[in-house]
């Protein structure tokens, strides 16, 4: 997994390389934080020079042209 995080090229299996980062760091790791901006700060989780990333920053990942939010208000009982 280490070797992958600091590569620039996918050198294995998307699904085994997420699924080793979420492992390691010990939290849910979101596709989009695999883009330029998020792997610097998974880098930083995984040498223990920054805390895990906030909502607020790994949402900020996302373009805001491209974010969608769902709010339920209430469930449905039938």
């Known amino acids: 997994m280490a070797f992958q995080l600091y590569e620039d ?9 997420h699924g080793a980062v979420q492992r390691v760091l010990g939290r849910p790791v979101w596709s989009h934080e695999f883009c330029t901006a998020g792997t610097k700060q998974l880098r930083a989780e ?3 020079k920054a ?3 906030t909502l607020e920053q790994i949402m900020a990942l ?5 974010r969608v939010s ?4 209430g469930a449905d009982d039938d």
Do not use: N, R
Request: one cysteine or more; charged letters at 20%.
């Open 51 to 53: 805390e895990p990333a």
């Open 70 to 73: 769902l709010v339920m208000l």
């Open 62 to 66: 996302i373009p805001p042209e491209k």
């Open 9 to 17: 090229l996918l050198c294995m299996p998307f699904d085994a390389f």
């Open 46 to 48: 995984f040498e223990g």
